[in-house]
């Protein structure tokens, strides 16, 4: 979340390259920053960079992080994806979402309500963010959200969204009825 936001704000400042780095910190620091990549390359293009500098930054310097992260798993584990493929090693026997017993709680952790909640409340900020026309939030808050939907389990979606930053100010102006 810093390292997003630090992103953010270096760009706002005019500071692209710093940004691109920082952001390579992010995706090195989570995988779901590389999901964060589009939204990088369109908040460069809302700031008025050139389309050129914006796709170099984002293309080649933003992904450095995760790229330096699968080279150093290459050499521990042999297998430069390891951080996409952790989750069946983790648990086997995969996630299934439902528990028709116990629609709360999935295991003794996975608070599936949680997380569907805020699977829905990043969509919805999603859509919100897309009719004000600010496609790089819209792209923030909802690509980490439908990957993770993808995989067809809610778990950590909540843990996801709050990652998410563009999502809070735009709560906080529905809160106190202005638009965002």
Do not use: C
């Amino acid at each position: 979340l810093f390292l997003v936001v630090l992103s953010a704000l270096l760009i706002k400042t005019g500071q692209p390259f710093f940004a691109a780095i920082v952001f390579a910190l992010a995706t090195g620091a989570r995988p779901t920053g590389l999901l964060m990549a589009p939204a990088f390359l369109f908040y460069l293009f809302q700031n008025g960079y050139k389309p050129i500098q914006a796709i170099l930054l984002s293309v080649l310097v933003a992904p450095l992080g995760i790229v330096l992260f699968s080279a150093y798993l290459y050499s521990l584990t042999g297998n430069p994806l390891a951080w996409m493929e952790i989750q069946k090693a983790w648990r086997p026997g995969g996630f299934p979402d439902i528990d028709l017993a116990n629609p709360i709680l999935l295991t003794d952790w996975n608070f599936v309500s949680l997380n569907i909640a805020a699977g829905v409340l990043s969509l919805a900020a999603g859509l919100t963010f897309l009719k004000n026309k600010n496609l790089a939030a819209a792209l923030l808050v909802t690509i980490p959200v439908a990957a993770s939907l993808w995989t067809g389990s809610t778990l950590s979606l909540a843990r996801h969204a709050l990652n998410l930053f563009p999502i809070f100010p735009l709560l906080a102006a529905i809160s106190i009825g202005k638009n965002l």
